[in-house]
């Protein structure tokens, strides 16, 4: 038999392996090589089990082999991942009359029935696949149960119970491959990320009975806490008892250790005990891995039936690795690769207080990690209005498109009727860091309305405020009490080794003092973008700007920008101290000047109130600064060309910063990028103006600093020119936002209207907007970064757009050479793990 790799006695030297055989089998002969004591075990193979689906039978006196005749047996599933599932296992296959009237000699009436009946149960049930509630009805303990469960049998099979051992087995094996192969079956573990074709190998198992003389029972045990990860010896027991029984609720179960509030494991047996928590010890150290283990005890002597990897949190996940690490069991290598980057999402935001109760009023699926409150809106300009009044809302949708993605990013969580894990309101916010429940069937959504009912009937409007639970799928009633982000010493421990690790800078896009803080307190590099725009848009600077866009001259100009300058320095020098010495880029204003104006009547007015000038004027003015193309239009380096004073006075306000700053003991040396820049001429142009502005502020001051002056790579033209634009610059930062844009010629705010229809008739595998399009973009990228360098070898070379901090961006920039990438805040932690992990398995190659 060992010679058949498709039906083998799991030996020290059985031909298994994980992709063959499954998890379990691997597992279970590792056991066996610890010399662990493990009931005789046979391993079907993933073609063994795929074959029995079909029809087509293992020679069953083969397999049944090694047993001895008349011995119990179970099934149970191995799959390759155990996370991806698969049937219930099956205990104690071969029970019949005659097994019967002998356990019931030897151990007791009672016992042969519980025996008998938890087989008749599973077959009935799984085999036979008849209805679950008649059996529930029966119950599983006495003879009594026992008859009428063989009745029922009976009944709706108008067959007798099959009496035979070995096809008893065959029945089990088949139900078994089938069930893998079914629609649901599949579709559950595709969820899980399980491939359509994963394989499913069985084990049958000589049965450790848990019942008989002496101290008898099962039990399971796991070393750690399977929601924080920390050391904590978990599990029950029960005597005379079988499978998971300790485990389920109102039973007698004992405790593992001596513990106040009952009797245990330890006190009851105390040699089993010490020998339990002593194979539990060695598997963690020899497997490498915290395990769950599943245990019988016979008579006082264990045995080992299975161990599987605990089942646990992201959080404990991630503090299992460092404890593995730290202990010496796997390299902290092996403990970065362990921890999937997106596992960390689910620590870094803030989670319900699951301790206090809640009033939950749907259910979905648990697409994006983190909790929020807000108020009800059902639509995405409503949620941008919400955000523009500052007040916290939830977006709820039948589904999104791409043209809610503004809307999404101004909600503080999203609600779906329809969805999986892997629609668009689940990736979006699972990448934006947004609490996301979709999926929410049985709630009824009105979206004319704006009603949203609960499936028992209440109904909540437009306004009313409730808590989504993107961890868990909940939607609940109201504001609840919240735990803020885990990040935890072991979240921290395996951040700086990932440090260690990896090769590429990872920085953050932040534009205000609380971004910043963000920023630093997830460790990024430095600042890699500061959209200064967005500083202007506070209300006491828009007027100011506002009047400075309507001056008629040079000399208006300046005066509206000298009331800016002491806006834009304490912001920079907030920035900086924030950052406390680490590089921070800021780009000069991008924007089209009259993005900062009112588009509607009521707006103008109140600006000629405020500018005291005639409202003709205003809307005339207004009027006159509309583009057909603003994105194309004067904007960006055009602006710092054609208005001059508006750069001037942004870097009059790096420099006076940076110096002051400097003065506290934390040298800056401020990066300042030039947006939209497409000729080499223009970088001229605004480095004649920066050098101007430098050498004036030193002189005013008597204070000498430094700075670097980038550009942003963002249109095509841009990346070709590198080589001449790099001769006057120290740095290139590809922002791939608008350089993907420009490179489609697809408007970026536009795009959602057909994006779902191109992604679906496959003309783009993915919205390039999201997932960078490595054969175009890309292609620039590379050519952008080898003609920098060519003319400028030591050229920083960094990328900014939203796909920074994806970890196939990552990897891109990598291999082209960059120096760093730059995300969003929440992002950097995901992006120093990826980083990490690219680094370690080019290591390993
Ligand atoms: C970009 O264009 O890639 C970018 C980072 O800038 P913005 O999104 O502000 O245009
Ligand atoms: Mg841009």
């Given amino acids: 038999m060992q010679n058949n790799p498709h039906t083998t006695l799991i030996t020290a030297t059985a031909p298994v392996s994980p992709d063959t055989h499954g998890g379990r089998t691997k597992c279970l002969q590792r056991l066996v090589r610890l010399d662990l004591p493990v009931p005789r075990t046979v391993g079907l193979s993933f073609e063994a089990v795929h074959n029995i689906a079909r029809g087509d039978m293992p020679d069953m006196p083969l397999l049944l082999s090694p047993f001895e005749a008349g011995e119990l047996l179970c099934v149970r599933p191995s799959s390759e991942d155990p996370d991806w599932g698969g049937p219930s296992a099956i205990l104690n296959i071969g029970m019949n009359e005659a097994r019967f009237d002998d356990f019931a000699k030897r151990l007791g009436k009672d016992v042969a029935a519980s025996l008998y009946a938890r087989f008749v149960h599973s077959y009935s049930i799984q085999v036979a696949r008849l209805d679950p509630d008649v059996f529930d009805e029966i119950g599983a303990e006495g003879e009594a149960s026992l008859s009428a ?19 008893q087995l065959a029945e089990v094996l088949r139900s078994m491959a089938r069930a893998w192969d079914g629609t649901s079956a599949r579709l559950l573990r595709q969820a899980k990320g399980a491939p359509a074709d994963a394989g499913l190998g069985l084990v049958v198992q000589s049965m450790a009975l848990g019942f008989g003389k002496g101290e008898c029972g099962s039990g399971v045990l796991q070393l750690i806490d399977r929601e924080t990860g920390l050391e904590q010896l978990t ?5 005379q008892s079988q499978g998971r029984d300790a485990l389920e609720s109102g039973t007698k179960a004992l405790f593992l250790e001596r513990d106040a509030r009952g009797p245990s494991l330890e006190e009851l047996a105390p040699e089993a005990f010490a020998s339990l928590i002593e194979y539990a010890r060695l598997m963690r150290q020899k497997l490498r891995e915290e395990m769950q283990v599943e245990f019988v005890i016979e008579d006082g002597r264990v045995h080992l039936l299975d161990g599987v990897r605990v089942s646990r949190t992201s959080r404990a996940a991630v503090r299992s690795a460092v404890r593995l690490a730290q202990d010496g069991i796997i390299s902290r290598q092996e403990a970065l690769m362990r921890v999937p980057p997106s596992a960390l999402n689910e620590l870094l935001h803030r989670q319900v207080d699951r301790s206090v109760a809640s009033d939950v009023m749907g259910r979905g699926v648990a697409a994006s990690p983190g909790a929020a409150t807000g108020r009800i809106v059902f639509s995405a300009a409503d949620a941008q209005a919400c955000a523009a009044r500052e007040e916290a809302c939830v977006l709820v949708r039948r589904e ?24 668009h309101a689940a990736v979006i916010g699972r990448g934006i860091g947004l609490p996301c429940v979709v999926g929410a069937t049985e709630m009824r959504f009105q979206l004319r309305k704006k009603l949203l009912t609960s499936p028992d009937g209440r109904v909540f409007k437009e306004g009313d405020i409730i808590t989504i639970d993107g961890t868990h799928g909940e939607v609940l009633a109201g504001a609840v009490s919240m735990q803020e982000a885990t990040l935890d010493d072991a979240f921290q421990t395996l951040l700086t080794w990932s440090d260690a690790e990896r090769d590429i800078g990872i920085r953050a896009n932040a534009d205000t003092p609380a971004d910043a803080q963000t920023a630093k307190m997830f460790q990024a590099q430095g600042i890699g973008l500061c959209r200064t725009e967005h500083m202007f848009f506070e209300d006491d600077r828009l007027t100011v700007m506002r009047e400075m866009i309507f001056a008629e001259n040079s000399e208006d100009r300046r005066a509206a920008l000298e009331r800016l300058l002491p806006v834009q320095r304490a912001d920079f020098t907030e920035l900086f101290r924030t950052m406390a010495g680490m590089p921070v880029c800021i780009r000069l204003l991008d924007p089209p000047l009259h993005e900062f104006l009112p588009s509607d009547h009521a707006g103008h007015r109140a600006l000629a109130e405020a500018l005291d000038i005639p409202l003709a004027d205003v809307t005339r003015r207004v009027e006159a600064m509309g583009e057909y193309n603003p994105m194309l239009g004067l904007r960006g380096v055009r602006l710092g060309i054609t208005v001059p004073e508006i750069y001037d006075m942004q870097v009059r306000a790096i420099f006076e910063a940076a110096i002051d700053v400097s003065k506290e003991g934390m040298p800056i040396v401020p990066e300042i990028m030039i947006p939209l820049v497409s000729a080499k001429r223009e970088v001229e142009l605004v480095k004649m103006r920066v050098d101007i502005v430098a050498a004036a502020v030193k002189a005013e001051t008597g204070a000498e600093f430094e700075y670097q002056l980038g550009v942003m790579v963002e249109t095509p033209r841009a990346a070709l020119r590198a080589e001449d634009i790099a ?8 922002g791939t936002n608008d350089l993907t844009q420009m490179t489609y010629g697809l408007s970026r705010d536009d795009a959602g209207r057909f994006m779902t229809e191109y992604v679906r008739q496959g003309v783009f595998e993915e919205d390039p907007f999201h997932t960078l399009d490595v054969d175009g973009v890309g292609e620039l990228l590379i050519l952008g970064a080898k003609r920098g360098r060519a003319a400028r070898p030591a050229l920083t070379l960094s990328m900014c757009g939203e796909h920074g901090g994806n970890t196939e ?11 760093y990438v730059s995300c969003s805040p929440f992002r950097v932690p995901v992006a120093r793990l990826a980083a990490a992990q690219l680094a370690i398995l080019d290591h390993l190659q």
């Fill in 809 to 819: 961006s990552i990897a891109f920039c990598r291999a082209a050479g960059f120096d």
């Fill in 727 to 734: 001769e006057n610059v120290s740095f290139l930062s590809f």
């Fill in 149 to 167: 469960a063989l009745r029922a049998y009976e009944e709706e099979t108008d067959e007798p119970f099959p009496q035979d051992p070995a096809a």
């Fill in 235 to 239: 599990g029950r027991y029960l005597s």
């Fill in 400 to 423: 999104t498109s791409p043209e809610d993605i503004r809307g999404m990013h101004a909600a503080n969580a999203i609600l779906t009727e329809r969805g999986g894990m892997t629609s």
